[in-house]
C-alpha cells in the first residue's frame, strides 16, 4: 500500500521560507501538491513529472515556489520562499499511480495523498 507523509510545515514570517518534503512509500508516478486554507476548498499549489522534467504551478506560486524530487529517495519537496500569510493553509502532496505523460492541477487525477502539514505565515 502506497504511503505519503508531508514533513516540513511550521510558523514562518512573511517573507520567510520553509521547505515541506513528501516521503513516499511504494511506486507513485507525477506528483502534485495542495493545499487548504481554513473555510476554502482544496487548490491546486504544484505538480511534477515522474523523471522531474515537467513542472506546473499555479499562478499564485511562480515565481516564489519550487517543486522538485528525489526518486533514489523517494520524496518530493516543495520550496517556499517570500511566504505571504494568504499561503497559510494545510499542504498536501498527492500522488498518481498510473505511469501517464503530462501532469495535472486537477486532484482527482492523483491516486493517494498525505495526512498534510500545516504551513502558517504571520504578519
Known amino acids: 500500500q502506497v504511503q505519503l507523509v508531508e514533513s516540513g510545515g511550521g510558523l514562518v514570517q512573511t517573507g520567510g521560507s520553509l521547505r515541506l518534503s513528501c516521503a513516499v512509500s511504494?511506486?507513485?508516478?507525477?506528483m502534485g501538491w495542495f493545499r487548504q486554507a481554513p473555510g476554502k476548498e482544496r487548490e491546486f499549489v504544484a505538480a511534477?513529472?515522474?523523471?522531474?522534467?515537467?513542472?506546473r504551478y499555479t499562478d499564485s506560486a511562480k515565481g516564489r515556489f519550487t517543486i522538485s524530487r528525489d526518486n533514489a529517495k523517494n520524496t518530493v519537496y516543495l520550496q517556499m520562499d517570500s511566504l505571504k500569510p494568504e499561503d497559510t493553509a494545510v499542504y498536501y502532496c498527492?500522488?498518481?499511480?498510473?505511469?501517464?505523460?503530462?501532469?495535472?492541477?486537477?486532484?482527482?487525477?492523483?491516486?493517494?495523498w498525505g495526512q498534510g502539514t500545516q504551513v502558517t505565515v504571520t504578519s
Open positions: 498527492a500522488g498518481r499511480a498510473r505511469s501517464t505523460s503530462g501532469i495535472s492541477d486537477v486532484g482527482s487525477w492523483y491516486s493517494y
Open positions: 511504494g511506486r507513485t508516478y507525477a
Open positions: 511534477i513529472s515522474y523523471g522531474g522534467y515537467g513542472t
